[in-house]
Structure formats: C-alpha cells, structure tokens
C-alpha cells in the first residue's frame, strides 16, 4: 500500500498512456487494409485483361480490314485486264480511275498503287512516285517472296511513311493472273489516325497504348510515337515477351511498377504484343479512396482516445508544470515568483517533495545570486563574460561600462553591437583574435587595448581574457579591464622626450638617424641636407649662450616653415642641423625649396645679437643611389665646409 501511494503519480501516468491504443489501431488498419487491397487489385486486373482483349481484337479488325481492303483491290477485274493489257491506254485509265475510287472511298489511305516484283511503279495515287522502282533489287525479291509465301494480303507492320513523315499501316497483296499466277502486286499504306481514333475514343487521356514486335523488342506502334522504332528498355515488358516466346498457354500477362499497371496481349497471329498502360491512381483510385476512408475512420477513433489521455494527464499533471517553471525562473535568476509552489508544499505524495526542496533551492540560490552581485559591483576591475561565439552577454558589471563611456542605465538592454562599438576596427579584430587564442590556449591572455567614448576620449585599457569551461559543458569567456590611461600618457611622454631636442623640439640626433636609416631602407630617395650657424662661436663669445640658444631655436623654425610636416628635421647637436625629405627627387624642386629656407633665414631678428645676421651655411645632395647614411652624410657635409668658407647663407648640391 505504501509503495503504491509513493508511486501512484507514476501509475496514473502508466495507466492514461495511449500506446496500446495507437498499435491496436495500426494493427486493424494494416490488416483491413492488406486485405481490402489483394480483393481490389484483383478485380482491377481483370478489368484491364477485359480491356486490353478488346482492344486487341479492334487492332486486329482494323489492319484485317485494310488488308481486304488491298486484297479486294488486287482481285478486282481492272487490275487483272491491266496486267494483260498494259500498253493500252484504256486499261491504264481505267485503272487509274478504279485506284483513285478506292483511295477516295478508304478515309486513312495514305497511297494505294500497283507495282511490278522488282517494285516498278505502274499506278500510284501520288503520280510523282509512278513509274519508278523504289527498292533495291535485293530487297525486292524479299518483299516478292514474302507476298508469294503469304498468298494472300497481310500487313507488315507499322511504320514512319517516308514522303509524308507520319505513321502508317503498310499491307501488301499479291496480283494474280487469268491463270492464278501471282504476276505483280498491290501495296496501300493507311494512316494509324484511324486506329488511334478507334483507340482514343474508348480510351481515357492517361491510359496509353503501344504494340511491340515480339521477334525483335521493337514498337512498332504506341500512343508515344517517340518509341516507334525504337528498342523496348522497360524490364517488364521484356519479360513479358520472353514468357510469349517460351510458349505459355496464357496470352495475357500483367504487371505492376511504382507509377502505373500494365497488361499485355500477345497476339497470336501476328507476333504482335499489344501492351495498355494505366497509372495507378486511375486503375486503383478505388483502392486509395477506401484506405483514406479507413484511415480516417482509425485515425478519428485514436485521436479521440490520446484526447481524453491528454486530457486526464494533463490534469493529474499540472503540479508539474508549476514545479518547471519555477525551476526555469530559478535558471534565469528570477526570483519574483517565489509563491508559485505553497499551494503543493504540503502535499504528500512525489509532488510535495520536489515542491520542498526546489523551494529550499529557490532561497540559497536567491542568497547567493545577491551575494555575487553585491561582490562583482564592489569591484575597482570591470568584467565582462559573454558565450564563445561572441554573441550574447552573460555577464557585466558597472565599472566595465564605465570604462567603456557607456551609460549604466543602459545596463539591461546591452548588446555586444554596443560594446564593439567603442572600439574602432583594428581593435575589434585584435580582440576577437585574442578571444580565439585564449580559447585555443586554455591560458589567460593578457594584452592591451583602447576603447573610444561618445565625446572622443581615449581610454587605454590593460585586459585579461580568459576561456572557461562551465560545469554544464557551456564554454565562456572571461575579459577583466583596468585603466591604463595614465600610465600610457606617461609612456608616451617619456618616448616624446627620449626622441626629441629639448632646446628646438625637432628631432635629436639618436631617434633622426633612426628615422632617415628607416627610410632608406624602405627604398625612399630624396633631398638630404646638413647645415650649421655661420660665427656660432663668435655669437656665444660676444652676446651670450642664450643669445646663441635663440639662434638655434630660430634655425629650426625656419626649418619647420620651409619643409613638409612629414620631412625628418635633425638638430646633431651644438649648431649643427639635418634635413632629409623624401620624394623630393629633382635638383630644381630641391633648389626651389632651399631658396624658401634661406629667405626665411635672412628674416631672423633677433634683438640680443645687435643687428648681426644670422646665417647658414648648407651642403645638399639628392639620394639616388644604394648609398649607406654614412656614406651620404659625409658628402654633404663636406659640402656644408666648403659653403662656410664663402660666407653668408650659402648652399651647395653635391
């Protein structure tokens, strides 16, 4: 009794299955249905071997009528009195008068004529094929033995008529003379229309018909004039003449493919097999419309009885549907439903139990899940865990959005689009490739990046990405972010002050050697110059080093105002300066631009040297060549030596 009352939700469920139902009907089905099909097919074949027997006999009618009909015109007086009298014109007219009669009185005739054995012409209804032969001599003597042997008028099959192109009905018949000797004979070709229509009009539009030559597998005749002539591929009907040509009694034979039911009549007479082919939904239509109706009948009885288990489980079975919903609000931390089982807690049975311990899960769960949000919030790191595929987010906490410039308010609503939008491109492909590498190596990836705010501002970021297995087999990946903005500001002052002079604030001579090698060695050629102050010495002796400071500085404003922004401008140290700029190529742009350079140097004014000029002197040459920097650079400045000794602010090319 205990186990029963433990168990009895179990029972219930067991007792209101429809299964038995279902295959108790099924079986009844199947076998109504096996049975009702042998009976029915039965009667639909022996319908078809009384169609196909009649329509035999009507394709046997038909070509016996046109062979008496050419049998009739060959016995017939004018024929004979012809064949006698051939060179009088009155035997050939009426001749010709008596085969224009039976061709005119005959509907299908294609042509009626007579001809000598070697197949000599004399009349014909056509008179553009009178008066020729149209067999070879070989040939000839076949057809004239065939019709010797025959005696009698028979038709040999049926065939695509040469001149007209269409199908006919030869039939041939010998011409006997006064004294019975076969002398010549008579040939007609008659349309198959006649026979079609004969066959169409007791036939419906899918059944089709064809007639095969049982010596050969050939058709000779069928409703798809496409096969006339043509070799029999259908296996069937291949058997079918076999069993024919092994001599069975029985001259029917039927036979059953996926798409359509066949009946063949083998035609004795004529080694003839005249085949009928319907589909098999004409032929056992019947047959489906009474399964439908069983199955329909079955499928009524077996709904109506899974309705009512449905029904009686359905309502035995509600508890559970409460229990799962819960469980998936508990799956989606949602925790506002939490009345949904008082209603079962004190029942006894299986459904009090689950309803009591997935209610105590619902509380630790609810403890934890505050816990854990109270614990990510108080973070000074911002993290994000979002699925392998880079699709959803399953995890952020604010400081992450706030390093992103992203409002918290949009905090429920957050997209991965949204994420990736703050970061441009190249930074978008580097994460994702991280994302892969932290998958594939199991191992926390530590990397940097930058993400953009709405306002423009640049946030560098210093990330860990990590890819994790969870216990239910999801794999995820774990991104922490810290602010690195200041640090890389730093960074990036110290690069600015290791590379540049900190008098003229171009470049100092360590990082301008390293840019013009750099060039170089990517195989840009241009203008490379070196210069230094005219009396520098003398400046600094007479009015001062911060005199002479000012000069420096200057110097290298007006290397500023005369060169490109992307042109490499070096102080050496002391006053000695460099220039290279790249693509500048020709001696005459490069002479144009030194003679701006100089303007600008004759400009310089400064008050502390007392109106003394400032000027340089400058030695130039253009890089065409594989030429080391060394090897350049002495050029030029021995030009810058020779230009000093003229004074002034002079230039030289090398």
């Known amino acids: 009794m205990f186990l029963l009352k433990k168990s009895r939700i179990s029972i219930k ?8 139902e279902v295959v108790a009907m099924s079986l009844f089905f199947l076998i109504i249905n096996q049975n009702l099909s042998i009976i ?35 016995r017939n007086p004018v024929v ?90 030869p039939v041939y018949a010998p011409v006997y003379d006064e004294k019975g000797q076969a002398v010549c004979f008579a040939g007609a070709a ?38 006339v002539g043509k070799n029999c591929e259908d296996k069937f009907l291949l058997r079918a003449i076999k069993l024919f040509q092994n001599q069975i009694k029985t001259k029917i034979f039927n036979y059953k493919s996926d798409k359509s039911v066949a009946s063949c009549f083998y035609m004795e007479e004529r080694n003839w097999i005249f085949v009928i082919e319907d589909s098999n939904e004409n032929v056992f239509g019947i047959i489906k419309s009474v399964r ?68 105590e899960l619902q509380a630790r769960l609810e403890n934890q899940n505050q816990l854990f949000s109270e614990v990510l919030e108080a973070q000074t790191v911002g993290t994000l865990v979002t699925d392998s595929a880079d699709n959803n987010i399953i995890l952020v906490n604010n400081m992450a ?81 810290i602010d690195i903005s200041a640090q890389k500001k730093l960074e990036e002052n110290l690069l600015i002050l290791s590379e540049t002079d900190s008098l003229t604030t171009i470049c100092n001579r360590r990082s301008g050697e390293y840019k013009i090698k750099k060039a170089m060695s990517e195989g840009k050629r241009g203008l490379f110059c070196t210069l230094d102050a005219n009396k520098f010495k003398f400046i600094n002796d007479n009015f001062g080093h ?36 790249p693509d500048i190529e020709k001696e005459e742009i490069a002479n144009s631009v030194l003679e701006r350079f100089m303007n600008n140097i004759t400009k310089i004014s400064i008050p502390e040297l007392q109106n003394h000029k400032v000027s340089v002197s400058l030695g130039a040459i253009i890089i065409d060549s594989n030429e080391t920097f060394e090897q350049i650079y002495k050029k030029a400045d021995s030009l810058m030596y020779e230009c000093k000794k003229e004074g002034g602010n002079v230039f030289k090319f090398y």
């Open 13 to 20: 469920i067991a007792a209101l299955i429809g299964l038995v």
């Open 40 to 74: 029915l097919e039965h009667k639909a074949m022996s319908d078809m071997n009384v169609i196909i027997r009649d329509r035999a006999r009507l394709v046997e009618t038909y070509i016996s009528g046109c062979c008496n009909f050419v049998d009739g015109y060959a």
């Open 80 to 169: 004979r009195n012809f064949i006698q009298n051939k060179d009088k014109a009155s035997a050939v007219q009426q001749l010709h008068e008596l085969t224009k009669a039976y061709a005119t009185s005959h509907n299908y005739i294609e042509g009626l004529y007579i001809a000598d054995w070697d197949t000599y012409v004399y009349e014909h209804t056509n008179k553009d094929s009178m008066n020729k032969t149209f067999r070879k001599k070989d040939k000839a003597k076949e057809l004239e033995d065939s019709i010797k042997n025959k005696d009698k008028a028979f038709c040999t099959g049926i065939v695509l008529a040469p001149v007209t192109k269409k199908m006919v009905i």
């Open 190 to 227: 008659f349309y198959t229309t006649g026979l079609e229509e004969i066959l169409s009009s007791i036939s419906e539009d899918d059944i089709e018909y064809s007639v095969l030559n049982a010596n050969n597998g050939q058709y000779i005749f069928s409703s798809d004039r496409s096969l």
């Open 292 to 359: 439908k109706i069983i199955l329909a009948i079955c499928i009524l009885i077996t709904i109506l009885m899974l309705v009512t288990c449905a029904l009686s489980v359905e309502y035995q079975m509600k508890p559970i549907r409460k229990i799962n919903t819960q469980i998936e609000n508990l799956k989606v931390k949602d925790f506002s439903h939490s009345d949904l089982l008082n209603k079962y807690l004190l029942r006894k049975d299986e459904f009090g139990v689950i309803s009591n311990a997935v209610k």
């Open 401 to 481: 959005l706030k390093l992103w410039g992203i409002n918290q308010a949009l905090k429920t609503t957050l997209r991965m689009e949204d994420i990736k939008d703050r970061f441009d491109e190249a930074e978008t492909e580097k994460i994702a490739n991280i994302r892969q590498l932290a998958k594939m190596s199991k191992e926390e990836v530590v990397y940097e990046t930058y993400a953009i705010h709405e306002d423009g501002k640049k946030v560098h970021l210093l990330s860990h990405a990590k890819s994790v297995n969870l216990s239910n087999g999801e794999n995820v990946i774990i991104f922490s972010f």
């Open 546 to 581: 911060s005199a002479g400071d000012k000069v420096l500085v200057e110097i290298a404003k007006c290397m500023k105002q005369s060169f490109r922004a992307t042109d490499i401008l070096i102080r050496f140290g002391g006053d000695e300066f460099a220039i290279f700029a």
